[in-house]
C-alpha cells in the first residue's frame, strides 16, 4: 500500500507550480503518489502538471472545471490510495525530508496510543460496529517553508473533529 498520498489542489500557480511539485518528486519517502487536482486553471497550470506527469508515474492529474478548493481535495481524497492523506498548496514547497519525517513520526505515535489503549482500555467495540464519525486518527500539521516556528502541531482526534490537516491517517 502507497504510504502517503499527497493532494495538490492547482489553480492559476503556474508561477509556483514547480518548485511545489520539485519538492514532492524528491521526498526522501518514495512510497507516494501525488495527486494534482487542476481546478480550472486559466494559465499554464495543466501544462506544467502534465509535464510533470509524464516523467514520474507517481504522479497523477486531474482536470475538473473550478469549483474551489475543497472540491478539488474532496475529489482527490476519493482517489486517494495512500495509508495517510497529505496536503499541499501548490503555491507552497516542502522540505525534501518533510513526509518521511511526518510519516514515521505518525507511525510511532500511533503505535504509542495503541500500545496505551491496549493496556486502559479492557474492551473495544468491534470496527464494523463503530460509527464511522468517531473513528480515530491523527492530524499532522503542515508549517509554511517561510514559518518562523519549526514545531509541528500533532493532534489526535476523531473524524467529527475540526481541524485543518497536513497529514491525516485515512
Known amino acids: 500500500m502507497t504510504k502517503v498520498s499527497i493532494i495538490v489542489p492547482v489553480y492559476n500557480t503556474e508561477k509556483y507550480l514547480r518548485k511545489c511539485l520539485i519538492s ?16 480550472g486553471s486559466t494559465d ?13 508515474a507517481r504522479i497523477k492529474v486531474i482536470d475538473k472545471e473550478n469549483e474551489g478548493q475543497s472540491a478539488a481535495r474532496n475529489l482527490a481524497i476519493q482517489q486517494a490510495q ?13 522540505d525534501l525530508k518533510y513526509f518521511e519525517e511526518l510519516y514515521n513520526t505518525a507511525k510511532n505515535i500511533i503505535a504509542t496510543l495503541h500500545a496505551q ?3 486502559d482500555v479492557k474492551s473495544i467495540e468491534p470496527q464494523s460496529k463503530r460509527n464511522i464519525k468517531n ?4 492530524l499532522i500539521s503542515m508549517p509554511k517553508p517561510q514559518s518562523t516556528t519549526c514545531l509541528t502541531t500533532i493532534t489526535y482526534g476523531t473524524k467529527s473533529s475540526k481541524g485543518k490537516a497536513g497529514l491525516i491517517l485515512k
Open 82 to 94: 495512500g495509508e495517510f492523506l497529505g496536503f499541499v498548496d501548490s503555491d507552497d514547497w516542502v
Open 117 to 119: 489503549v491496549s493496556k
Open 135 to 138: 473513528q480515530p486518527y491523527i
Open 24 to 39: 514532492l518528486v524528491n521526498q526522501t519517502l518514495h512510497d507516494i503518489e501525488i495527486i494534482c487536482v487542476n481546478d
Open 44 to 56: 499554464n497550470s495543466l501544462a506544467v502538471l502534465n509535464e510533470f506527469a509524464k516523467k514520474d
